[in-house]
């Protein structure tokens, strides 16, 4: 397979199991990689760009075209979810996005986002837009935001921690934060304290507790074992739960997988063979051969993560 082919979908990717959002087909609406942090524990690797200033990123109607020719393929997921290779508050047309979306669809729409621009009131608009929003809260204190999430500029937590409460006044949707723990950086008792009073101003719906199980940017990142991420849960209160493993579904399908689909979502997410056959509706055999042509290729690689096996695309820009 050519270079030349692997475009077939340029914005899309997926479905992707998530275990937040079932099957989620992921929207890639910004160029890779930037973002407002550099966290230490990103499966995407570094930041290769930080800004706070938000800009036109992507063709809003490529996009919206892909996605209904996607739909015409008979294709379907619980949630359209708009994030991918950096962060999507900073597209300027991501209200317009959801906008466009909604003309196409009913499926609900979801952004995944670090939350750290919702002090902007054109930011917060397009967010309200979502069915869905997923921020990150990583730290409870400056020096611990800065250590993990490495943020750009004046970012400060408790710019973020503001944003999200003044998002949570105006918004009458769900949100669903999300609490990346990082064994030995955030799961001390003073941490965790302090982490728990954001929560309490914040006032999200859920609060999800993660850890580093995919690659990290940094490979010295630890995960946090099941045990202490159930009792972390519990002390963080009744609306905290640990993300558990991926939720068995299958996409709707009517053909046979094909190389791009594969690559394209292992060039947003470093997967399992498990999550490319849940998301993408296949058989193990099928993903398997064509993980085997990708590798042989010279597209993509295996990397250990503990005891597990994720693939991830090498030496393709996006």
């Not at 970012?155 to 999200?164: A, D, N, T, V, W």
């Not at 009744?238 to 190389?259: K, L, Q, S, T, Y």
């Not at 063979?273 to 590798?295: F, M, N, P, T, W």
């Amino acid at each position: 397979m050519s270079k030349q082919g692997l475009n077939k979908y340029t914005y899309l990717y997926g479905p992707v199991p998530s275990r937040r959002l079932g099957l989620s087909l992921g929207v890639d609406i910004i160029t890779a990689k930037v973002c407002t942090l550099d966290c230490v524990y990103c499966q995407l690797g570094r930041t290769t760009e930080k800004t706070i200033e938000p800009r036109d990123f992507k063709n809003i109607k490529a996009v919206l075209k892909e996605l209904k020719l996607w739909l015409s393929e008979g294709m379907a997921a619980n949630f359209i979810t708009l994030g991918g290779s950096g962060e999507p508050t900073l597209n300027c047309r991501l209200g317009e996005m959801i906008d466009g979306i909604r003309k196409l669809t009913d499926t609900p729409v979801a952004i995944l986002t670090n939350g750290t621009l919702l002090y902007r009131p054109d930011v917060r608009a397009a967010c309200a837009k979502a069915d869905v929003v997923l921020p990150s809260l990583d730290a409870g204190d400056e020096r611990l935001f800065r250590k993990i999430c490495r943020p750009y500029g004046d970012i400060s937590i408790e710019k973020l921690i503001l944003g999200l409460c003044r998002f949570r006044e105006e918004y009458s949707g769900q949100i669903w934060l999300e609490v990346f723990l990082v064994g030995g950086m955030n799961t001390g008792p003073d941490e965790l304290a302090r982490i728990k009073n954001a929560i309490e101003r914040i006032k999200p719906n859920k609060v999800h507790l993660n850890t580093a199980v995919r690659p990290p940017a940094e490979p010295d990142v630890r995960a946090v074992d099941p045990d202490a991420l159930a009792a972390i849960a519990r002390q963080l209160g009744g609306m905290c739960e640990v993300i558990a493993d991926f939720p068995a579904g299958r996409c709707v399908r009517n053909a046979e997988v094909e190389d791009v689909t594969i690559l394209s979502m292992l060039k947003r997410r470093p997967c399992t063979l498990g999550d490319i056959c849940k998301g993408l509706g296949v058989a193990e055999d099928e993903a398997l051969a064509v993980i085997h042509r990708l590798q042989q290729g010279g597209f993509i690689i295996s990397e250990k993560r503990g005891e597990v096996t994720f693939f991830k695309v090498i030496g393709i820009s996006r």
